[in-house]
């Protein structure tokens, strides 16, 4: 219950946040919106997002916003994400796809083609197809890292849906490296039913929660680059 009211408490903030730079980004390009929104929101975001989010600071929203450059550089780098976000809508529609930062937050549930059957971690030929689709995209964009994140919604005991999650993301991850991904770029969390997205107390709320969580980074490269660009 803490854990979702500090997460609570962190959206209002990166709200709060992102409102007050809205004079200042309104008639900026992507690449001047990261530089204002980083500068301005990542040390905050970062502190309160990175700890507070997720089962201690492992989640994706927490790696993505406390992931922050910020200034011109971050610029640079949100403008590659918008790329890469772009490339991800066209290929998987179904798939959710937002740009966070200067980072990616992509998330499939049993609407978008990436799900698992009642009490199974295998992934079943319409979970492949749209996963290699995204395999083919994260080859095109070599200089970032990927956080695989598993949950599951509230029915059955706590524990075991803990456990299943982590098998959840233990098998996408395993299929990605198996697919060419560099087991260097993954990083695997899992949340059980700790982190709903939606009510639990509806059937369709189940459904979305049962959802397995992408976050996109950029690495040391794409960060030393970006920093060249504007020496």
Do not use: W
């Amino acid at each position: 219950m803490i854990i979702l009211n500090l997460n609570k408490i962190g959206i209002i903030l990166m709200s709060l946040i992102v409102l007050s730079s809205c004079d200042a980004v309104q008639n900026a390009n992507n690449t001047q919106k990261g530089a204002v929104i980083g500068t301005t929101a990542g040390a905050v975001l970062g502190g309160v997002l990175g700890n507070n989010v997720g089962n201690k600071e492992n989640s994706v929203l927490g790696a993505v916003i406390g992931g922050v450059v910020g200034g011109v550089a971050g610029g640079v780098i949100g403008k590659q994400m918008d790329k890469q976000a772009q490339k991800i809508e066209e290929e998987i529609p179904g798939a959710e796809v937002t740009r966070v930062g200067e980072g990616i937050d992509i998330v499939f549930d049993e609407r978008s083609g990436v799900y698992f059957d009642t009490n199974k971690h295998n992934i079943n030929a319409k979970s492949k197809e749209n996963l290699t689709k995204l395999v083919n995209v994260f080859k095109q964009y070599p200089d970032t890292n990927i956080i695989v994140e598993g949950h599951t919604d509230s029915s059955g005991d706590d524990t075991y849906n803990m456990e299943l999650s982590k098998k959840r993301a233990n098998s996408v991850t395993n299929f990605l490296i198996s697919q060419g991904i560099s087991q260097s770029r993954l990083t695997t969390y899992f949340h059980g039913e700790t982190l709903p997205k939606y009510d639990n107390a509806t059937a369709e709320g189940r459904a979305k929660n049962r959802r397995v969580e992408f976050g996109v980074v950029a690495n040391d490269k794409m960060i030393e680059d970006a920093k060249k660009k504007i020496d």
